[in-house]
């Protein structure tokens, strides 16, 4: 991809062209130093803008995300929103590039003309899913979507990770499985927001809506244990993303939310992220010099031999790496 013209495309992104949105995403989550240089120049002309909705959304396994944010995502448009959809793949941290297939996954709302769905690869670590994700959210709110929702399929940090991005974070779960339990394990419910538990419908004779909100109820007391009065107790509902009934409760409670934050608090909040992404900047950019070093291409060969053997323990490899690197 070649340096743009990025006042073309500031202009493109202001009048709402796809083209230029998909351009800009592109852009900003590209490592090529010539990229970033433009990123931060398209960054800087777009400004800042009046901000929109940001909900992250993860679940366990099976638990019909995807499903989930469609049947949000429609009823959204149907109301007048703008949503943007940003899928954010861990296993892109490996890959350096997403391997979803949201477009398939989500097909009414790929094609619905109020939406814009894109997966957004982490760009190689857990500083690149900060890097790329944020800045395509300000690229989608230059662009007057005013609904962002930021899919992580992963656990763990890089739900963490997203957590730090949005306003509000909603876990989806599932009765039956036990996964309230090991969400409070992996400490996913006290970055959580809102809760739902989805699946409660009724599917081939298979009526699971009672277990949904038996589920719920056994989420909302392992709740109790883990927030303390006076803060904002994360509410369990139950939905079906199938058949749509549940899913404006769940949006209900994401305004709750964000009403309960406030102007100053979601200003506070905001703020606290940007120092975060501040950080996760300069971690990220370390790690691509670090990668582009020529002092440290010279001896990553030998170092990776020499700890493959057992001749070099890890902690002097990177001390010899690092000193590679300072001398360079």
């Not at 493109?12 to 800009?24: F, K, L, P």
């Not at 719920?216 to 993303?241: I, M």
């Not at 200003?267 to 440290?296: N, P």
Request: hydrophobic letters at 45%; glycine letters at 12%; proline letters at 3%.
């Amino acid at each position: 991809m070649p340096a743009p013209d990025v006042g073309a495309l500031v202009q493109g992104i202001r009048d709402g062209q796809r083209a230029a949105v998909s351009r800009a995403i592109t852009l900003v989550e590209s490592s090529r130093a010539d990229h970033r240089a433009a990123a931060r120049e398209l960054l800087t002309e777009l400004g800042s803008t009046a901000g929109a909705t940001r909900v992250g959304i993860s679940g366990v396994p099976g638990v019909g995300k995807s499903t989930f944010i469609e049947a949000l995502g429609t009823m959204l448009t149907a109301a007048g929103h703008r949503v943007g959809v940003l899928a954010v793949d861990p296993s892109s941290v490996r890959t350096g590039g997403s391997v979803l297939g949201d477009k398939t996954r989500m097909a009414t709302l790929a094609v619905d003309p109020r939406a814009y769905i894109r997966p957004s690869p982490s760009a190689g670590t857990l500083g690149g899913v900060a890097r790329a994700t944020t800045q395509a959210m300000l690229v989608l709110e230059a662009a007057a979507y005013d609904v962002v929702l930021v899919e992580t399929v992963g656990v763990g940090q890089s739900e963490v990770t997203v957590a730090g991005m949005v306003d509000t974070f909603l876990f989806l779960t599932l009765a039956r499985t036990g996964d309230q339990l090991q969400g409070i394990k992996k400490g996913i419910l006290e970055i959580a927001d809102v809760i739902a538990v989805n699946k409660a419908d009724a599917v081939g004779g298979d009526d699971r809506s009672g277990e949904a909100r038996a589920a719920a109820r056994e989420l909302a007391g392992a709740l109790r244990l883990v927030h303390g009065k006076g803060e904002w107790a994360p509410p369990v509902v139950t939905c079906s993303a199938l058949t749509g009934v549940g899913v404006d409760e769940v949006w209900k409670r994401v305004q709750a939310h964000r009403e309960h934050l406030g102007t100053d608090g979601l200003l506070r909040k905001r703020a606290g992220q940007q120092l975060d992404f501040t950080w996760a900047l300069v971690r990220d950019e370390l790690d691509q010099r670090l990668r582009r070093s020529a002092s440290v291409a010279a001896i990553r060969d030998e170092v990776r031999d020499a700890v493959l053997s057992g001749e070099l323990p890890a902690p002097m490899a990177a001390d010899r790496i690092l000193a590679a690197y300072d001398a360079g």
